[in-house]
């Protein structure tokens, strides 16, 4: 950069390479979370030996129970359930007293040597990025995630494409992870593919992904859980009144259009200018992950065609098979109990094996028709390719792992939660006013508890009953709710997919670190809080209806 160019960068965006400089001077993550282990070791010592502790009600679906059973004189056993209890469990409301549980007594010392392999195989990220990257790795190698990126780029207006990228990361929590591992990646192909800086499409990709996750413009499985957490809180208050699945989605669906558009603005506008242009090359040896646009000889265009052309015949042929498993009133992939494709269906269920799937079939279709892809064993060596450049993404998992277990096991995260919670209750100040607070303690408390079902779980006994007393709807505090879970997805370092954003923004910044990834966030956090807040504040003082039936305030 010119000492001109240094000159002419505003405040914040120097602001902003200072934090970029400062954070990636940190050692390494995987070092980063060694050090907090041991800071939650020596923590959850001292707590208890102070006695904290708290006494909370919770709202929480009931255990389930389950019969081992040995089929065909197996000595592994199979756990038999029955599925009205998995797809519409018990909710039960009760009194808990949590302590801090020390990680220096026997039985905390016990902890640590026993559980390593179970925090690692229990850990639900590394499972879901080895399925999914089966097929969606298939398809980079054989070429077909290029070629996608030239047709939507040849097809798109180029002012259009920031809003297209965001706006399917917005739709892809229905998806539940898949947008992480497939939107984020191609965003950054996409925009280095019109020559707009990778890092930009990035960020754009990761902050709707990440930092609007709990809004949609169609029902996702996630606001059946919380729906009936909500429910059994309003039982504590009122138990004549329920609130339905779409209580929210008027709602929903105005933030998903309102976020795209602002996320948008915030790429080109403020992310992007600081960033500059892309004038580097792809750094190949700097990444742990397979390359999203792997070098490609010259792509004869016939080849290509027939590839994308088979491709789509792999496509309609998955969707077909897919359709006849779902669509027909017996589908095996509907909820059995109530017939429902969305609300607890074993089709929301196996959504990142179907993604697997239709990435692996169309990625071989593609390598067939372009011939890029010349036998199973050319389809062997790419997934092997893809696995291997995994390794040091997974030892970090393990690591991450071992952290969020031990950090649940001393119970730190659920006291800080109450505590807050106690205090913005007490709090004496206005229906509206406490809402924004609600909103604002949710923020905080998602950079230690980044789940969205445990906070709710904690949240909605105490904050559901207080706001219906002072005449607030149950799904009012829900929709405040999802304003607070989802801004601060993109910074907290217990962001289970940081380490993976991390090892994409390498590709195309050499050096860069956690440091690069949380300077370009920060802008998207607090103008997506505070955007998303008064916009809130806004439908909550006209009284636009949250859903069907839904009104902001009890009639």
Known sequence: MTAEAARKRTFSQRMLDGIEKVGNKVPHPVMIFLGLIAVIIVLSAAFAAMGVSVTYEVTEPAPIVAEETYPGGTHEPSVTVVPADVYHPEVDTHTETTEIKSL????????????????????????????????????????????????????????????????VGILSSIASDAGYLVLIPLGAVAFMSVGRH??????????????????????????????????????????????????????????????????????????????????????????EIPDADPPEAEVDP????????????????????????????????RNPETGSLIEDSPLMDSLIFIIMLIFLVTGVCY????????????AMAAITKTFAGLGGLIFMLLVIAQFIAYFNYT???????????????????????????????TLVLDL?????????????????????????????????YRIGDSPVNVVTPLMVYLPFIVLLAQKYKKGAGVGTVVSLMIPYMLI????????????????????????????
């Open 104 to 167: 220096l007594t026997a039985d905390g010392i016990r902890f640590i040597f026993t559980s390593a392999v179970t925090n690692f195989t229990n850990f639900g990220v590394v499972g879901v990025i080895l399925v999914a990257m089966i097929g969606v790795g298939l398809a980079e190698q054989a070429g077909l995630i290029g070629a996608l990126i030239r047709k939507l780029v040849a097809v798109a207006p180029k002012w259009s494409l920031t809003f297209i990228i965001v706006l």
């Open 198 to 287: 990778p890092l930009a499409g990035l960020a754009a990709a990761f902050a709707a992904v990440g930092g609007t996750f709990m809004v949609n413009v169609m029902i996702t499985p996630t606001d059946g859980i919380i729906t009936e957490i909500t429910n059994e809180a309003i039982a504590l208050a009122d138990p004549t009144k329920t609130i339905s699945l779409t209580a929210n989605l008027y709602f929903a669906i105005g933030s998903s259009l309102f976020l795209a558009a602002l996320i948008t603005f915030v790429t080109e506008k403020i992310v992007e200018p600081r960033l500059g242009v892309f004038t580097g090359a792809v750094d190949r040896g700097a990444t």
């Open 302 to 333: 016939a080849a290509q065609s027939r590839g994308l052309r088979l491709a789509l015949y792999g496509l309609l042929a998955v969707v077909a098979v897919l359709a006849l498993l779902a669509v027909p009133s017996w589908g095996i992939l």
């Open 367 to 378: 390598g067939a028709g372009a011939g890029t892809l010349k036998g199973s064993a050319a």
């Open 411 to 441: 119970n730190m995260a659920t006291i800080a939660a109450v505590k807050m919670a106690d205090g913005l209750e007490s709090a004496n100040i206005g229906p509206l006013w406490l809402l924004i607070g609600f909103i604002l303690v």
């Open 448 to 480: 230690i508890i980044p789940g969205v079902i445990p906070k709710w779980a904690i949240f909605a006994p105490i904050f559901v009953p207080l706001f219906l007393r002072l005449g607030i709807a149950p799904q009012t505090v829900l929709a405040a």
């Open 528 to 555: 997506i809080a505070a955007a998303w807040t008064l916009f809130f504040v806004g439908w909550y003082l006209v009284g636009i209806p949250l859903g069907p039936g839904a009104p902001v305030e009890l009639p």
